[in-house]
């Protein structure tokens, strides 16, 4: 098996608290170097089929562990996932790109977009409004569907304004969010290929990160 630290992250679901953390800090730091290591591997592989994330430090893109509470009725104070956005910019990008996290139970890779801003929403709209042929090919490929299943996020109940309530890809464009998904085993993440295979599944969200990205630059 692979060093990826899901017994940390088990044992900081079991311990929640601050008393905890500051008595086992060395712990996550430890996890955290692994973390690092990991994603810049995962960053030099990345950027041999994508040339926008090359140069990108690991640090730039992995999100803190500690939670902002202050409008959250969950108080506990720490994240239980390692998480890290590779894309230009890092983990601030408002750019389609690669997402890593690493749960206990709920790891996945993802790629899209989460919750553009309007601006950047109402042009990739217009993008699969004008090439819907061209997406509706890059989503409809055997490793896409097997990999991904699907667009997915939240969606709109209507037709967004400005657009033809019988367009055929109209589902398409009721999308508010443009993510691709692939859940991961604990097993699978701890595998001594789960490098070489996240690699390969970043590599197939290439094309619909490229569609995307395309629209809003």
């Not at 992250?9 to 008393?19: F, P």
Request: proline share 4%; aromatic share 12%.
């Amino acid at each position: 098996m692979n060093r990826l630290p899901i017994s940390f992250l088990q044992k900081l679901i079991e311990s929640n608290n601050r008393e905890w953390f500051n008595e086992n800090k060395m712990l996550y730091e430890d996890a955290r170097k692994i973390i690092v290591v990991f994603v810049e591997s995962l960053i030099e592989e990345i950027s041999l089929f994508d040339k926008a994330v090359l140069g990108l430090e690991a640090k730039n893109t992995i999100f803190r562990i500690y939670r902002d509470v202050r409008f959250s009725k969950d108080k506990t104070p720490y994240k239980t996932a390692f998480g890290s956005y590779i894309a230009p910019g890092g983990r601030k990008s408002a750019k389609a790109g690669y997402y890593l996290h690493i749960e206990p139970g709920n790891s996945f890779l993802a790629g899209g977009m989460h919750s553009p801003p309007k601006e950047q929403l109402a042009k990739v709209r217009q993008e699969i409004f004008y090439n819907s042929t061209e997406f509706k090919a890059i989503i409809g490929t055997k490793e896409f569907k097997q990999n991904f299943e699907t667009v997915k996020g939240e969606k709109l109940k209507r037709p967004p304004k400005g657009f033809p309530a019988d367009f055929a890809e109209i589902e398409l464009l009721k999308h508010k969010d443009f993510i691709v998904i692939n859940k991961l085993t604990d097993a699978f993440v701890l595998s001594e290929d789960f490098l070489e295979n996240s690699v390969k599944l970043f590599k197939e969200m290439k094309s619909f990160n490229d569609f995307l990205n395309r629209a809003i630059d």
